[in-house]
């Protein structure tokens, strides 16, 4: 059994891994703005008020979790929003890339005294941040927030793999998500390959960015 803390626990992905997770025997404690009854629900730890683009709100985590053993962080908060070249809108640009790119080191760093050798951590990114596949434009705040993403999970692979600890970034799919507008392969589907990626993550695979099917993706 493992303990896992999942960030942006209260719906979508987020909550379909924490279910699936839960179901298999691992601990969870989840993390979350406000908690959804289906949240709630399962069981689970539930920690609500936690938002990644506080200090503040990290610091308070850290203080709590503090002396927890934590196995498998999944950075998985983020948001969405669509910018194009007419109607730009530079502080939601902003307000993505403090949440989406940000917001896992934030998190991460936060509860780097929790996680020993041997712990992974994910970062949920998306293939919107890739450079060579963007073929079409447009989302220019939530593009550039997950580029960033990746570059800083990059980071973090290198930093961290002295200590043991490896890191993966995770592209779940178009799921049928509130942040997609239902479009999308269902939840579940995407949970279990997302959970099929965290198994194997490993300190001779670190860095790599992976789609939920198993594809490499590039950069």
């Not at 049928?176 to 997302?194: H, K, R, V, Y």
């Amino acid at each position: 059994m493992a303990t896992i803390v999942i960030s942006g626990a209260a719906r979508g992905i987020g909550l379909e891994l924490a279910r699936q997770l839960q179901a298999r025997g691992d601990e969870i404690i989840a993390l979350c703005r406000h908690a959804t009854s289906g949240l709630l629900e399962l069981g689970v730890r539930v920690f609500e008020d936690v938002d990644v683009s506080s200090g503040d709100a990290m610091a308070s985590l850290a203080q709590t979790l503090s002396g927890t053993s934590i196995d498998i962080l999944i950075n998985n908060a983020g948001i969405l929003r669509n910018e194009s070249l007419d109607t730009p809108d530079f502080e939601s640009m902003q307000e993505q890339f403090v949440v989406n790119a940000i917001g896992p080191l934030r998190l991460t760093t936060a509860l780097l005294p929790n996680l020993s050798g041997g712990a992974r951590v994910v970062i949920i990114s998306s293939r919107m941040g890739s450079i060579s596949d963007n073929g079409s434009g447009g989302y220019y705040g939530y593009r550039a927030s997950k580029c960033a993403a990746n570059i800083i999970g990059v980071s973090l692979a290198r930093d961290l793999a002295s200590r043991g600890i490896a890191v993966g970034l995770l592209h779940p799919g178009l799921v049928a998500t509130d942040m997609t507008g239902g479009n999308g392969i269902p939840p579940a589907e995407a949970a279990a390959g997302l959970i099929e990626r965290v198994d194997g993550l490993n300190l001779e695979n670190t860095g790599s960015w992976w789609h939920a099917n198993g594809e490499i993706l590039p950069w």
